[in-house]
C-alpha cells in the first residue's frame, strides 16, 4: 500500500492579493508555504513575495502579467512549483535556472519564443510545460533538452 502524505493546513495568512498557505505534512512536520495569485487580475509581478524567502510553491496562473518574471525570481531559493500558465509572458528570466529547487516549471499557454539556456541548469526539475507557446525556439528547447537529465519531461504540445 503506497504511503500517503497527508497535508494539513494550519494557518492561513493574507499578504498582498495572494493567500500564503502553510502546510505541515505527517513526515517530520516540515513547513510547505505556498502562495497563491492565481485568477486575482494582477498585473504584474508581486513585490510582496520577495519578503519570503522560504516559498517552496508560487501560483501566479491565469491572469494578466506580460513580458518576463523579475530577476529577483533567483531569490526564492526554496522554490519546488511555479505556475505562471495563462498569462501573456513573453520570456523567461535566465535567473530560473538558478532555482537549484525547482522541481516543476508551468509556463504554458503563454506567448514565449526564445528560451533560456539556464533552464538546462535546473537539475532537480522533473517536469516543464511550455504547451500553447505556438512560436517556441526549436533550437532552445533542444539544447535545453540536452542539458537536463532523461527523465525530465517537457511538454510542449
Keep these: 500500500m503506497k504511503k500517503y502524505i497527508m497535508l494539513v493546513v494550519v494557518t492561513v495568512l493574507l499578504i498582498g492579493?495572494?493567500?500564503l498557505v502553510l502546510q505541515l505534512n505527517n513526515t517530520g512536520y516540515s513547513p510547505r508555504e505556498s502562495t497563491n495569485y492565481?485568477?486575482?487580475g494582477v498585473t504584474e509581478f508581486p513585490k510582496t513575495v520577495f519578503g519570503n524567502s522560504d516559498i517552496e510553491e508560487l501560483d501566479l496562473s491565469n491572469n494578466n502579467l506580460k513580458g518576463a518574471l523579475p530577476a529577483e525570481i533567483r531569490q526564492l531559493k526554496k522554490l519546488r512549483k511555479l505556475d505562471v500558465s495563462d498569462n501573456q509572458m513573453t520570456g523567461i528570466p535566465a535567473e530560473?535556472?538558478?532555482l537549484e529547487m525547482l522541481e516543476e516549471l508551468d509556463y504554458s499557454n503563454n506567448q514565449l519564443t526564445g528560451l533560456?539556456?539556464?533552464l538546462g541548469n535546473l537539475k532537480r526539475i522533473r517536469k516543464i510545460?511550455?504547451?500553447g507557446?505556438?512560436?517556441?525556439?526549436?533550437?532552445?528547447l533542444s539544447k535545453i533538452r540536452e542539458a537536463l537529465p532523461k527523465e525530465v519531461i517537457?511538454?510542449?504540445d
Design 133 to 140: 507557446n505556438e512560436n517556441l525556439s526549436q533550437f532552445d
Design 116 to 118: 533560456p539556456l539556464e
Design 38 to 40: 492565481a485568477n486575482s
Design 154 to 156: 517537457i511538454i510542449t
Design 129 to 131: 510545460n511550455f504547451s
Design 96 to 98: 530560473i535556472g538558478q
Design 17 to 19: 492579493f495572494g493567500i
